[in-house]
């Protein structure tokens, strides 16, 4: 079945505790992206991937890194994370950019204390 | 700040058509014009797209403005499990959702 998986579902963390939440698609998409949802905020981009190696920021990068080293992975991380960075966190990917349709993530639920 | 201007809320009724309105006055020549929805608790989904013509699929029908400034989603015939949030987005790099329309369908 094509997805997008993404782990884990919940996470619940103290400040400055470094995490990784993975991404994996099985689509051999080349597009893949991060976004955090709050509150009446809607969805923000953090980063986003072209390809293999090729990374650039979204509207909202600062406190998190993201790497691209294969086609299928591309996890976010949170060398140390911050209360802010409370949020729920959806991963998506499509096969190229302009006129593919983005499949996204069950979403991350982070919770940092 | 979102590239799109919606309105916050919609209300329809069950089995009634719905036609919700996107604003995306800067739009580019090669933007797509996209949209998903976003069930309570779940990631969103893709509903529809295109860039200058009128499209349908089996979800719903996308009305595109001649001058491509604004566009409306169309959903034929409303059921309770239409009820989420409606993003509309240019597709672009750095794709910007803004609030979306929350669509309350009642019975």
């Known amino acids: 079945e094509a997805q997008v998986t993404q782990n884990p579902r919940y996470l619940i963390t103290v400040t400055g505790k470094k995490l990784t939440v993975t991404c994996s698609q099985n689509m051999n998409h080349e597009y893949m992206s991060w976004y955090r949802q709050d509150p009446g905020l809607g969805l923000r981009q953090i980063y986003y991937?072209?390809?293999?190696?090729?990374?650039d920021k979204g509207d909202v990068p600062e406190g998190y890194k993201v790497s691209r080293k294969e086609k299928r992975n591309f996890p976010l991380i949170l060398e140390s994370p911050s209360p802010n960075q409370t949020s729920l966190y959806f991963c998506?990917?499509?096969?190229?950019?302009?006129?593919?349709?983005?499949?996204f993530g069950s979403g991350t639920q982070l919770s940092v204390l | 700040d979102a590239k799109t201007t919606q309105p916050n809320s919609m209300e329809s009724n069950e089995e009634e058509p719905v036609h919700l309105p996107c604003n995306h006055s800067?739009?580019?020549?090669?933007?797509?014009i996209h949209w998903y929805r976003q069930l309570p608790s779940q990631g969103p989904e893709y509903v529809i797209h295109g860039l200058t013509s009128n499209v349908n699929n089996r979800m719903a029908s996308l009305a595109i403005a001649e001058d491509r400034k604004s566009s409306t989603l169309i959903l034929h015939r409303a059921t309770l499990r239409d009820a989420a949030v409606y993003y509309c987005?240019?597709?672009?790099?750095?794709?910007?959702f803004g609030a979306g329309t929350r669509l309350t369908v009642k019975p």
């Open positions: 998506a990917s499509s096969l190229r950019l302009y006129n593919e349709k983005l499949f």
């Open positions: 991937s072209m390809n293999v190696e090729v990374t």
């Open positions: 800067t739009i580019s020549g090669t933007d797509y």
């Open positions: 987005i240019l597709r672009d790099l750095d794709m910007r």
